[in-house]
């Protein structure tokens, strides 16, 4: 599902990802830990062709995105990668509902077809009697799985998710790492997740380790 072969990138002179392969199947949960400053957000954000190698392949889903020019790009990640960030996100003068919609929308769905897909998806997590309600109204956990809910909408091949649990208490951390495994049982998604958290880190599929730059372990 994603291929990554000889990946670097540097920022002026300090050089973040020296020479990154790795492979990840489809449908595996994977964990991607290691100190601050290891170069996991670097590495996620050109995993989600957020930000471009200076060399090196990402193929996502059998497509090369290097090749991709930036029209083709957007339109390339907006269907196949889903992001969660560790802070939501969501806007907060739009519902729960709305919120969701925004992905479909720019994916060219209509109105009432992405008003359906948002409350679909938002009731297959348990949030269907808070779709009307805006952010500012919904607890932690509920933001968080919304913005799951948001990357869902366009039935992502992949979803990439950044400390997804860090704002999280221990409840609602242990609910939304469920929910991670739950949505891949059922829809075979693929995820990557960079996480300072060891017990999520140690119920993964498959835990990456990050050292200045370098898979280290695996
Ligand atoms: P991690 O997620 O493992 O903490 P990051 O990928 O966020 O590591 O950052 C790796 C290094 O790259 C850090 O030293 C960070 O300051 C630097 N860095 C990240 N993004 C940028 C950027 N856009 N410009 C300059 N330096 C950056």
Sequence with gaps: MIRLEGITKSFGSLQVLR???LEIK???????????GAGKTTLLQIMGTLDMPDSGSVTIDGTLVNCLKEKELSAFRNKHIGFVFQFHQLLPEF????????PAFIAGMGQQEARAAAAEILD??????????????L???????????????NHPAVVLADEPSGSLDTHNKEELH????????????TFVIVTHDEGLAQITD??????DGEVCKE
């Excluded at 489809?26 to 601050?36: D, N, Q, R, Y």
């Excluded at 297959?124 to 109204?137: D, T, V």
Aim: charged share 25%; hydrophobic share 40%; proline share 3%.
């Design 19 to 21: 020479g990154i392969d």
């Design 26 to 36: 489809k449908g595996e949960v994977v964990s991607i830990v290691g100190p601050s």
């Design 95 to 102: 519902t729960a509902l709305e919120n969701v919609m925004i």
């Design 124 to 137: 297959f997590m348990g949030l269907a009697e808070r779709a009307s309600h805006k952010p500012n109204e």
């Design 139 to 153: 607890s932690g956990g509920e933001k968080q799985r919304v913005a799951v809910a948001r990357a869902l909408i």
């Design 178 to 189: 469920q929910l991670f495994f739950d949505l891949r049982n059922r829809l075979g998604q």
């Design 206 to 211: 498959r835990t990456i380790h990050l050292k």
